[in-house]
């Protein structure tokens, strides 16, 4: 069946369409002054007017610095958090009203893991009855023997020793932990898989094993999975796309190997050349480093957002809001991107040229 | 130093021998509970207490630290020696201003009146970086962003210009493009008041840009020791390639596979026999459970010492296996085919 065009919805599953579309998602924090009459002056702007699509199959990174409004992205994308503006559509039905027994049935959809694996897992329930919950929850394998026979089944797969279902969360180390909190988030194949810094808490030599094991389980089981992190390596090896968050704005979005070869916004060129590199022999160049702190999303810049702290800003940059959108460049390198994809979408009046890049000292590429 | 605790004796660090020089530093790279901490602590006499049995020696300026009194070693401890810890938001108190908590610091090793204190605390947050030093002086911690947090504490560290400054894991809390503005602040203070430093972390980024030399430690031992270039570029430990191979690279190819070690970092109250590494080092022997190899310095190679029981010229097929892109399965296959030997 050909769907004919984009409102087609009713029964049966859609295939076509990406399975995620934000539209102009935002979110505001009201402050408050108060405590019994609590009048609202003014709101923190975390995510303010974001637009993207998750294709299926593919791994989504998002990624920013502290306070960029990634994580609230994710919650709301998760219906954790009520948008105060703006649409998340999920394969091509609109959810974000959603209430009920419809939102009971999103969930099932779209499953999370957490940063923290000491304080996401219930220290008084065995591992068993944690990754059989979301069965609970829904449901579902009502006959006992059934959900045990699962959740072996599930352990197996994120490796490890099904035999330990009925040990508790503090006999296992932090990459155990982590992958315990996979196997619940699997555990009712989940059409979207939101991993918000599964493994900033790791050490490096197991967060290794939790990056393999979320990459081969991509993989195996065609999901379709949104990367939040703040380690730009970690993203670019995990990811197909990735999203630039500042300030509760996408500035830039694209396939990975075009956005880490030739990152066209000034924000993403100064996150990149701030990335220690392991190995001493490139230290060669000076490095261009940002100055001052992201600005309060209480009251964010006029203008592009980022002009406060870009080096190319010019007067437009204040008074004029960039749109996110492909821009052209002097250098046009052939052959990126597979499906008619040439490079990054980009929100800035005066994107990055390959000479700017190499200025400020980026170490990327391979 | 070996700690009591209710489940027995830690054995935190065991053994360890490094040295720093003025202007230099030093890079102390491992995991959580590797003993990396716990070796800078016991430097500053922060580990004395009951129970905790510390041996050995620490020479600072000829005098042995662990020797002194708690008197004298105040004397030393934020005078001479100074350090910054990962948090910055528990390391300040949170209901004094910023500017009081540095006036302390100054007076506590200086006859110098509060007014003077005062200008020096200013001066001290100017030279940080942080704009607008005189007015910023009043504020407490929570008004300052994480980065501004940072700088606080070295300004606080670097009060009575010490010799010797001990970062630990001072910018992992932070966000890249403000890690990148601390060592690049940490660099220039080195450069201008000639200190020395030992910045202990987990991120091999950040030793490769701030390290002349690096100490590997695993298990509170140093198992690996070399200039910054010699182990990025020519690593001889198992544990150091180990940690080379499972993080990804900016700067590598971006399908590259990670190559994770394998279980996880041992007790320290009952370490494994022989080499601690041996659980989890691919290319262990069974003698390697019974012999506990020493830190010896390569043939040839003075400044670079490893603790390993395999042999040189495998160790060094190996690597060049792994480097070129094998798995250490690969590379154990490859060596174990160019001839078995006893």
Redesign the interface.
Same mark, same amino acid.
């Given at each position: 069946m050909r769907a004919s065009e984009d409102m087609a919805g009713g029964a049966g599953p859609q295939p076509e369409g990406p399975l995620v579309r934000v539209r102009d998602l935002v979110k505001h924090f009201p402050l408050t002054r108060g405590i019994v009459f609590q009048r609202k002056i003014g709101a923190v702007r975390a995510v303010d007017g974001v637009s993207f699509d998750i294709e299926r199959g593919e791994t989504l990174g998002i990624v920013g610095e502290t306070g960029c409004g990634k994580s609230t992205t994710a919650r709301l994308i998760m219906r954790l958090l009520d948008a105060t503006a703006g649409g998340i559509d999920f394969e091509g039905q609109d959810i974000t009203g959603a209430k009920g027994a419809r939102l009971k049935a999103i969930r099932r959809e779209v499953q999370m893991i957490f940063q923290d694996p000491y304080s996401s897992l219930n220290p008084r329930k065995t591992i068993g009855s944690i990754i059989a919950e979301p069965f609970a929850i829904h449901g579902l394998l009502r006959e006992k023997g059934e959900r045990g026979r699962e959740v072996q089944r599930l352990m197996e797969t994120v490796g490890l020793n099904a035999e330990h279902y009925n040990r508790y969360p503090h006999e296992f180390s932090g990459g155990q932990r982590q992958r315990i909190g996979v196997a619940r988030a699997l555990a009712l194949s989940p059409k979207l898989l939101i991993a918000d810094e599964p493994v900033s808490a790791l050490d490096v030599s197991i967060q290794a094993q939790v990056l393999n094991l979320l990459r081969d389980l991509q993989r195996r089981l065609g999901l379709t999975v949104v990367f939040i992190a703040h380690d730009l390596s970690v993203v670019r090896h995990m990811c197909d796309r990735v999203a630039v968050m500042y300030l509760g704005k996408i500035v830039e979005i694209g396939p990975s190997d075009a956005l880490y070869d030739f990152p066209r916004h000034p924000y993403t060129g100064a996150l990149l050349a701030a990335v220690p590199v392991a190995d001493p022999s490139k230290h060669g160049s000076e490095r261009r480093l940002l100055s001052g702190d992201v600005p309060s999303p209480a009251s964010p810049p006029s203008g592009c957002r980022f002009h406060t702290r870009c080096p190319k800003a010019q007067e437009l940059c204040s008074t004029r809001e960039p749109l996110l959108e492909e821009k052209s460049s002097p250098v046009v390198e052939g052959s990126l991107g597979g499906d008619g994809q040439a490079g990054t979408r980009v929100a800035c009046h005066f994107p990055l040229s390959r000479e700017e890049l190499a200025q400020m000292g980026v170490r990327s590429g391979g | 130093m070996v700690f009591p605790s209710e489940d027995g004796v830690v054995r935190a660090v065991d053994g360890i021998t490094y040295e720093v020089h003025g202007g230099r530093t030093l890079g102390i790279v491992g995991? =959580?509970g590797s003993g990396k901490t716990v070796s800078s602590l016991t430097t500053l006499g922060l580990t004395r207490r009951e129970g905790a049995r510390i041996s050995g020696r620490i020479v600072f300026e000829g005098k042995d630290l662990l020797t002194l009194g708690e008197e004298e070693l105040r004397a030393v401890r934020g005078n001479d020696i100074a350090m910054i810890f990962q948090d910055p938001l528990s390391s300040l108190h949170p209901l004094y201003r910023v500017g009081r908590q540095l006036v302390e610091t100054v007076r506590a090793h200086g006859d110098v009146s509060k007014q003077q204190a005062r200008q020096r605390a200013i001066e001290l947050l100017g030279l940080v970086g942080i %704009?607008d030093p005189a007015r910023r002086v009043d504020s407490f911690p929570h008004e300052f962003?994480?980065?501004?947090r940072q700088r606080a504490m070295i300004a606080m560290a670097l009060a009575n210009e010490p010799k010797l400054l001990i970062a630990d894991e001072p910018t992992t809390a932070l966000?890249? /493009?403000?890690? &990148?503005?601390i060592?690049?602040l940490m660099e220039r203070l080195q450069r201008e008041l000639g200190m020395a430093i030992v910045m202990i972390t987990?991120?091999?980024?950040?030793v490769?840009?701030m390290a002349d030399e690096i100490a590997v430690m695993y298990a509170g031992r140093i198992v690996e020791r070399a200039s910054? &270039?010699r182990i990025?570029?020519a690593p001889e430990h198992p544990y150091t390639w180990?940690?080379?191979? =499972?993080? $990804? +690279?900016?700067?590598?190819? +971006?399908e590259?596979?990670?190559? %994770?070690? $394998?279980g /996880?970092?041992p007790s320290l109250i009952s370490p494994p026999s022989g080499c601690h590494f041996h659980p989890r080092c691919p290319y262990s022997q069974p003698e390697h459970e019974r012999v506990d190899p020493a830190l010896e310095p390569l043939a040839g190679e003075p400044g670079h010492q490893v603790a390993c029981l395999l042999q040189a010229d495998v160790r060094a097929r190996l690597w060049r296996r792994l480097a070129a892109g094998g798995t250490p399965a690969q590379a154990l296959a490859e060596v174990g085919q160019q001839g078995e030997r006893a």
């Open positions: - | 995991e =959580s %704009p962003s994480g980065g501004m966000d890249v /493009t403000v890690q &990148a503005q060592l690049a987990h991120d091999l980024g950040v490769a840009e910054a &270039a990025f570029a180990g940690l080379l191979k =499972s993080i $990804p +690279r900016l700067d590598g190819p +971006r590259a596979e990670l190559v %994770p070690i $394998p /996880t970092p």
